[in-house]
């Protein structure tokens, strides 16, 4: 069930020249969040585990949970209302200190919710917060 792209491919692109230590690339932020996104579609409980940091605060149009096992919970809890899941990215924006998507999730294969997912990274590159939002 485990996907087969790990998170080193995603962490250690080469950097430019003129890039601080510290510093991580765009295309690293977007590789991270097709990763998690692909995660979630999945239900890759384990992954999505070694991508979150251990204070990741996790919130939505419905709950706020603060730290990796809360977080975890509530993907669970997503995992077993859903026989299937698919996500479609339509954009993605990133920035020195995250990146956001809009996506629809397509739920066991009928129901359709438009949402903007923004992550918060670490100097880690571990995810420290999700805030997702819920469009029409």
Excluded: C, M
Aim: hydrophobic share 45%; aromatic share 6%.
């Amino acid at each position: 069930k485990s996907l087969l792209i790990s998170w080193s491919q995603v962490r250690f692109l080469p950097r430019a020249p003129n890039q601080q230590i510290g510093q991580v690339e765009p295309l690293a932020h977007e590789g991270l969040l097709r990763l998690f996104l692909k995660a979630y579609e999945t239900k890759d409980l384990e992954l999505i585990s070694s991508l979150l940091a251990p204070n990741v605060v996790l919130r939505d149009w419905n709950l706020q949970v603060e730290g990796k096992e809360e977080a975890l919970r509530e993907f669970a809890k997503n995992f077993e209302q859903a026989a299937s899941l698919s996500i479609e990215i339509d954009r993605i924006y990133s920035s020195e200190l995250g990146v956001a998507a809009e996506i629809e999730i397509i739920v066991n294969g009928v129901e359709r919710l438009r949402v903007v997912d923004v992550l918060s990274l670490n100097q880690e590159l571990k995810v420290k917060a999700i805030v997702s939002y819920r469009g029409l």
